[in-house]
């Protein structure tokens, strides 16, 4: 790869050089490598993709499901054979640890093997003699051209909450990365040219804000995904109702997580450490605000801040990397402030991690874990999302505050406790205010087959991503009533 190197649209089943005049940088977080260029495609390269879409999808919804799964039974294969090097060019380009890259890839092939079972997934219902003689049916059609805006801090995973759905739906599929970190994608549509799709049934469309402004307005475009942050998330929800297509967005986040004094303590400290730093805490499951409950306060600060300190920083492609950089100066930036905000506010810093020094990696975007203690409900570093790794504490006296507090938060992503009492995790469970819960658990990621539920001000729409809310929302339903006259056997 050279420093010059500008990525391509793929379009129409061809890899084309945009006419973009604006392009971005696109950087290895963990040395500031320049990797290649991605370029801001304008507002008549999606409409070329919109147009292609649109063509290709008059045949594609013709070709029977059992059909359309065989290409992504290819694709399956596909990821799995470049599984390793797919993985390493999310490492390069996010900053994630290798293990984690791997994670997420397993998650995307999930969902591509989840949409394989569309035949049965989208099938509709029916009743016979809803009045005499006259039967209703319930057909599920689909949408048309649909497209998903993806956010930087799941460069493979997240596109494949959509896609794999869209197109065994008969949809046919526009992609718009990161423009942070468009690399993997390229990667992957090298791989749906490889299964032989027909031409124009899915498209990559490089660029940022312009283009996705473009992609709003296009009146052939029926249906967005939006993953990112929420005032990112408010706006398309917003725009693409007012352009009247169907849209779901996923928003920001900041996850509380619940600690009772019956919790096995080397357990939770293990997983709520890998919750709040692990993906150097870009993660909208990570989690960001530990309330200890009652008497269990010292000693998971204590034991809390030993796994901080200890956790091995670097470029996630090392050995032994525990995790590695935010990706990009600004992030960096960003999260320091919003720490100096937080000790402004009156927490205190147990571990520190401003200023990180890398040996090997000083151009680096690093910040090491973060421990705050005492921060106040109330205060902007409690209801920020800081997208970084850094772990504020509060002290409540028992689980109804705890909930109270949670509750009151706008966030609703994920919330989770740690117990070994099931009445407390029951209660936790009926109460709480968030659409991903964990028990004992620090990321509480639904699997393909269950729905990404966030509520809240991290969600704007009805239907999420993955399962069977993917296959709702990239159909749409046909009812059929009929009668049938009694004279046709005269007929014949
Ligand atoms: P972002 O909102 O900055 O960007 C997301 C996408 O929107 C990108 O493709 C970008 O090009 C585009 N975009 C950015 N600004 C825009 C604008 N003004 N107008 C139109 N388009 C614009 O998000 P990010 O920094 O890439 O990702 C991190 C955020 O995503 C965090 O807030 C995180 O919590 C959230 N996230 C949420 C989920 C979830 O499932 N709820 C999952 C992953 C990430």
Same mark, same amino acid.
């Given at each position: 790869?050279?420093?010059?190197? !500008?990525? %391509?649209?793929y379009?129409?089943?061809?890899w084309?050089?945009? #006419?973009?005049?604006?392009?971005?940088?696109?950087?290895?977080?963990?040395?500031?490598?320049?990797?290649?260029?991605?370029?801001? !495609?304008?507002?008549?390269?999606?409409?070329?993709?919109?147009?292609?879409?649109?063509?290709?999808? %008059?045949?594609?919804?013709?070709?029977?499901? =059992?059909?359309?799964?065989?290409?992504?039974?290819?694709?399956?294969?596909?990821?799995? #054979?470049d599984?390793?090097?797919?993985?390493?060019?999310?490492?390069?380009?996010?900053?994630?640890?290798?293990?984690?890259?791997?994670?997420?890839? #397993?998650?995307?092939?999930?969902?591509?093997?989840?949409?394989?079972?569309?035949?049965?997934?989208?099938?509709?219902?029916?009743?016979?003699?809803?009045?005499?003689?006259?039967?209703?049916?319930?057909?599920? %059609?689909?949408?048309?051209?649909?497209?998903?805006?993806?956010?930087?801090?799941?460069?493979?995973?997240?596109?494949?909450?959509?896609?794999?759905?869209?197109?065994?739906?008969?949809?046919?599929?526009?992609?718009?990365?990161?423009?942070?970190?468009?690399?993997?994608?390229e990667k992957v549509f090298h791989l749906l040219e490889e299964?032989?799709?027909?031409?124009?049934?899915?498209?990559?469309?490089?660029?940022?804000?312009?283009?996705?402004?473009?992609?709003?307005?296009?009146?052939?475009?029926?249906?967005?995904?939006?993953?990112?942050?929420?005032?990112?998330?408010?706006?398309?929800?917003?725009?693409?109702?007012?352009?009247?297509?169907?849209?779901?967005? =996923?928003? @920001?986040?900041?996850?509380?997580?619940?600690?009772?004094?019956?919790?096995?303590?080397?357990?939770?400290?293990?997983?709520?450490?890998? +919750?709040?730093?692990?993906?150097?805490?870009?993660?909208?499951?990570?989690? +960001?605000?530990?309330?200890?409950?009652?008497?269990?306060?010292? !000693?998971?600060?204590?034991?809390? +801040?030993?796994?901080?300190?200890?956790?091995?920083?670097?470029?996630?492609?090392?050995?032994?990397?525990?995790?590695?950089?935010?990706?990009?100066?600004?992030?960096?930036?960003?999260?320091?402030?919003?720490?100096? #905000?937080?000790?402004?506010?009156?927490?205190?810093?147990?571990?520190?991690?401003?200023?990180?020094?890398?040996? @090997?990696?000083?151009?680096?975007?690093?910040?090491?874990?973060?421990?705050?203690?005492?921060?106040?409900?109330?205060?902007?570093?409690? @209801?920020?999302?800081?997208?970084?790794?850094?772990?504020?504490?509060?002290?409540?006296?028992?689980?109804?505050?705890?909930?109270?507090?949670?509750?009151?938060?706008?966030?609703?992503?994920?919330?989770?406790?740690?117990?070994?009492?099931?009445?407390?995790?029951?209660?936790?469970?009926?109460?709480?205010?968030?659409?991903?819960?964990?028990?004992?658990?620090?990321?509480?990621?639904?699997?393909?087959?269950?729905?990404?539920?966030?509520?809240?001000?991290?969600?704007?729409?009805?239907?999420?991503?993955?399962?069977?809310?993917?296959?709702?929302?990239?159909? %749409?339903?046909?009812?059929?009533?009929?009668?049938?006259?009694?004279?046709?056997?005269?007929?014949?």
């Amino acid at each position: 790869m050279t420093e010059t190197r !500008s990525l %391509q649209n793929y379009i129409n089943g061809q890899w084309c050089v945009s #006419r973009a005049t604006e392009s971005i940088s696109v950087t290895n977080p963990a040395t500031s490598e320049q990797l290649g260029k991605v370029p801001v !495609s304008p507002a008549t390269e999606v409409d070329r993709a919109a147009t292609a879409a649109s063509i290709a999808q %008059q045949d594609w919804r013709r070709v029977p499901p =059992q059909e359309r799964i065989q290409y992504l039974f290819k694709l399956k294969g596909l990821l799995e #054979r470049d599984f390793e090097s797919l993985a390493q060019t999310i490492t390069i380009e996010c900053g994630k640890t290798l293990k984690e890259s791997q994670g997420e890839l #397993r998650r995307a092939i999930e969902n591509v093997e989840v949409a394989c079972g569309i035949p049965t997934l989208m099938q509709g219902v029916n009743l016979e003699d809803i009045a005499q003689g006259i039967d209703e049916i319930m057909i599920r %059609q689909p949408v048309g051209v649909a497209a998903v805006i993806a956010p930087f801090n799941f460069p493979a995973m997240i596109p494949f909450w959509f896609m794999p759905y869209a197109l065994a739906c008969g949809n046919t599929y526009i992609v718009k990365p990161s423009e942070k970190v468009p690399l993997t994608m390229e990667k992957v549509f090298h791989l749906l040219e490889e299964t032989g799709l027909p031409n124009g049934v899915v498209n990559l469309v490089h660029g940022a804000k312009e283009t996705v402004d473009a992609i709003l307005e296009h009146p052939l475009i029926r249906a967005i995904s939006f993953v990112g942050s929420s005032p990112v998330a408010r706006y398309i929800y917003s725009q693409a109702a007012a352009h009247g297509k169907r849209v779901q967005c =996923q928003g @920001g986040a900041k996850n509380p997580i619940i600690v009772l004094p019956d919790a096995d303590l080397e357990m939770t400290t293990r997983i709520v450490a890998d +919750s709040a730093f692990g993906c150097a805490g870009q993660r909208c499951l990570a989690a +960001s605000i530990a309330l200890t409950v009652g008497s269990v306060r010292d !000693s998971f600060r204590e034991a809390i +801040s030993t796994t901080a300190t200890e956790c091995k920083v670097g470029f996630g492609l090392d050995e032994g990397i525990q995790m590695g950089p935010v990706i990009t100066e600004g992030s960096q930036q960003r999260i320091e402030g919003l720490i100096d #905000r937080g000790t402004q506010e009156g927490a205190q810093i147990l571990v520190d991690g401003r200023k990180a020094n890398i040996p @090997g990696y000083e151009n680096g975007y690093f910040v090491r874990p973060t421990i705050l203690d005492g921060v106040e409900p109330e205060s902007a570093i409690a @209801g920020t999302e800081i997208f970084g790794p850094v772990l504020g504490l509060m002290h409540v006296n028992d689980l109804e505050e705890a909930i109270a507090l949670i509750n009151q938060s706008p966030w609703g992503n994920m919330a989770c406790l740690f117990t070994s009492n099931g009445a407390a995790a029951r209660k936790f469970r009926y109460e709480v205010e968030a659409g991903n819960i964990g028990i004992n658990i620090g990321v509480a990621a639904p699997m393909a087959f269950f729905p990404f539920s966030g509520w809240k001000e991290s969600f704007f729409g009805d239907l999420h991503g993955q399962g069977h809310h993917a296959v709702e929302f990239f159909t %749409q339903t046909k009812v059929v009533i009929e009668r049938w006259p009694k004279n046709w056997s005269r007929q014949f």
